[in-house]
């Protein structure tokens, strides 16, 4: 018997390209009133763009200004700071 495997919806990593489960990786949004934010329960309404949970990632995506390309709006430096604590907080939670 072969069971049918359960579909779980695959992102792309907007630094690296790669595709993983939708729920290993982080969602940033932009929300309708202009804020980037890390939406850490996938809830957040706006449009998303999704980065894999680690700092390297995070930084390439701003940097590089994929982020911004994905949201369609500027990150500021501040939304990116408080990215940033958030993936930490999240990494050192994660081990
Ligand atoms: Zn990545």
Not at 41 to 70: D, F, M, T
Request: charged residues 35%; proline residues 4%; contains cysteine.
């Amino acid at each position: 018997m072969i069971s049918v495997p359960k579909k779980i919806p695959m992102r792309q990593c907007v630094a690296c390209k790669e595709k993983k489960e939708k729920t290993r990786l982080a969602r940033v949004v932009r929300t309708p009133d202009g804020r980037v934010l890390y939406d850490a329960g996938g809830k957040l309404s706006g449009r998303g763009a999704y980065v894999c949970h680690n700092i390297n990632c995070l930084e390439k995506a701003v940097k590089s200004r994929a982020l911004s390309r994905a949201l369609e709006c500027e990150v500021p430096d501040e939304a990116f700071e408080q990215l940033r604590s958030q993936f930490e907080a999240q990494e050192e939670k994660n081990g």
